[in-house]
């Protein structure tokens, strides 16, 4: 079995490079819920819906791309942070 850190950055890369839900859910619980600040995504509230929204970026940009720059697990609260 993976651990939590593994699946996170898992998911943190299929979800970022546009893959959309069908390589994601397997990292996610049903039902999962999505917010952000950003006008772009006020109607996103699933996390579904946000790996389908990245995927649907691509299209236009399919040379995107992102950099890591930092990725923290907090088991004790379960919690995974990823900043790119």
Known sequence: MSSMKETAEKFFEACESGKGWEACKEYC???ATFSAQADALADVTTL???TEWMK???TPAPDASYDVRGFAVDEARNVALGYG
Request: cysteine-free.
């Open 56 to 58: 649907g970026l691509m």
């Open 29 to 31: 619980h049903e039902g």
């Open 48 to 50: 579904e819906g946000y």
